[in-house]
């Protein structure tokens, strides 16, 4: 419990910091959520705010999956990328508090400037998808960081294909 | 930052106002028959000697020294020149009027000789020269001084390489200039960018922005005053203009979307160029900077970025995926029906106009590899320069003839340096950055 309460205190502080952007979305200049706000909603059985809580951001980024991966130089869904965002619309139509940032990233085999084009059509694949699932469109938003921010970090096929992503970052309205 | 900079932009002034002083009529054109083409071949480099320039007051000893250390490593650095190490040299210059003893340097078979001296004086560092064609028996031009406040020696140093450079190759120099670039340290997965210049031998750097955000490609403006580069600041991928001068930089209003990137300057320095996506569509648009008009110039779905302006601002190279993948492609400055000019196997980006009119340099992507590369106008007589796990984004010295790109290594450990290549693909050469960079945009001969 201890480490758990501590985990509170941080997504508590994040969500400050998300406040503090003057972005209703609040992922100003962040990337793969280092701008999360966190939800403190109040459930009864689970811990507010783990992954077990199902309207919790901490579920839909563990449980759902917050990312969908791409192919070398494609931008469209893969069946198990459709799989991820069915349940991502789920979440957020359930869950209509949030807003999201859809996140588009390339692998570093390419130009720097294609990149930020190609992010940028992952990320609108992926906002497409959700609007056609049902989420508002006013709800989400597009960035592309091009090949700017990998999450991993070998030259290989393995790390490309993690790197190949577009990452759906949840955040609470500022009406909430 | 802004105490640095405001520094920089001192000494800047001052270095223009003191090269004022330079002799006029110096720069003469020669006649003979010593000079040296730069052509795509391979050639012989040209095998000159440079004593130590001698130094003319007390003080003078160290600039004497360094000067002629950066004179020597601007010269050898092209590849055209050799140096014939000092240990070599018969004769010793110990005063700059005393006759040249041609026979001593005809013996170590330097066809070229430079001297030079130097003095310093309160604060101020003067620097002269003559040129010497060793087997002719006579000087190359007139001699020529250069004079600046002492921390800027090495412009000095950089102006005399110039003027060897020129006349020995009937072209422009290009060693007195400088080169706005991202400089970059962490790890890839968190990675920090912050823009800087230095000059382009990697010296005297400078920063322009701090590492709070992610900043990309810096162009030069074509007289240097001004940096155009994307800043996500906002959030947002967005084209920003920074005053070098005063270190201010302001938002460019992009039209037609939220994401604007890939800019570059018109010639005349009055247009940008750049990229804007909206949904999932990129596309080329041109900003009048005075009026703001804003002209859409591509209309397909396909990515269209990275233009660049012909140098006589009629035409532009750009990037489009139109085909199925990345190839060059040029159109009218006003837009309209672009024409294809890449053909060969790979994916072509990053496209750059050389200043001279005749070539276009570009990156090259093809089983796995990545080059830098040259091709003529139509497209045709490609020549591949480089080739890495990770080359891209070619920028041309100011003389046409020198290309400057960044390379990133392989792997966890990967980092991103930049590197120099001539034309011919003959030198290759790192630029000494204090640490990792990319993104180089070559300004005009100052």
Known sequence: ?176 | MKQVLAQALALGLALVAALGLALPNAAQAQDGPLRIEITEGTIEPMAYAVPSFVAETPGAQQYADQITQVIAEDLTGTGLFREIPRDAHISRITSFESPVQFADWKAINALVLLTGAVSEQDGRVTVKFRIWDVFAGNELGEGMQFAATSDGWRRLAHKVADQVYSRLTGESGYFDSRVVFVSESGPKDQRAKRLAIMDYDGANVQYLTDSRSIVLAPRFSPNGERVLYTSYESGEPRVHVLNVGAVQSQIMPAGGGVMSFAPRFSPDGNKVVYSVTSGSNTDIYMRDLASGNTTQLTFTPAIETAPSFSPDGSRIVFESDRSGSQQLYIMPASGGEPTRISFGQGRYGTPVWSPRGDLIAFTKQNQGRFHIGVMRTDGSEERLLTASHLDEGPTWAPNGRVLMFSRETQGASGTSSLYSVDVAGRKLTRVRTPDGASDPSWGPLQ
């Open chain 1, 1 to 176: 419990m201890k480490h758990l309460s501590k985990a509170l205190m941080m997504t508590a502080v994040l969500g400050l910091a998300a406040c503090t952007s003057g972005d209703r979305f609040g992922a100003n200049g962040g990337a793969d959520g280092y701008g999360a706000g966190a939800g403190a909603g109040a459930n009864g059985g689970v811990v507010p705010g783990s992954a077990n809580d199902p309207r919790s951001p901490a579920y839909f980024n563990q449980t759902i999956g917050d990312r969908v991966l791409f192919r070398v130089d494609q931008s469209s869904l893969t069946p198990e990328a459709q799989a991820t965002l069915d349940a991502q619309a789920g979440w957020l139509t359930t869950n209509s508090d949030y807003l999201a940032v859809i996140e588009g990233h390339a692998d570093e085999q390419g130009t720097r400037e294609y990149n930020i084009a190609l992010g940028a059509r992952r990320a609108n694949a992926t906002m497409e998808y959700l609007i056609s699932k049902g989420v508002a469109p006013n709800r989400l938003k597009i960035i592309s960081y091009g090949k700017e921010r990998p999450v991993e970090i070998c030259s290989e096929e393995a790390c490309y294909a993690k790197n190949r992503r577009a990452v759906t970052v949840i955040s609470m309205g500022l009406g909430s």
